[in-house]
């Protein structure tokens, strides 16, 4: 989704802005990726699978669990969620993650 974004962005190459434009919006795709890979990974780290019935099922399991996430002690749920969310968010460019 990166590379359509940024040559939908430059097609009009003999632009500078658009050139600039067409980067900043490839680098927050790349962010949303790699938020949304983490928090796909820490799913599957915390409950082995993704299926979306069996994580609902053990969620509630897990409402009082606490992970490391660079030396910090965070809950399990809520570090999920954020990641979840920013890849979201930057995926499609909202508040706070757009150009």
């Not at 974004?5 to 927050?28: D, G, H």
């Amino acid at each position: 989704m990166g590379l359509c974004s940024y040559l939908l962005i430059s097609f009009w190459y003999t632009r500078i802005s658009a050139n600039k434009a067409a980067l900043k919006a490839m680098i927050v795709n790349r962010v949303g990726d790699c938020s949304f890979s983490l928090g796909i990974f820490c799913i599957y780290y915390v409950f082995r699978t993704f299926d979306f019935h069996t994580v609902f099922t053990l969620s509630p399991y897990f409402l009082n669990t606490k992970i490391f996430f660079f030396c910090f002690l965070v809950d399990t749920l809520t570090l999920i969620c954020i990641f979840l969310f920013f890849g979201s968010v930057a995926k499609s460019a909202q508040v706070g993650l757009h150009t």
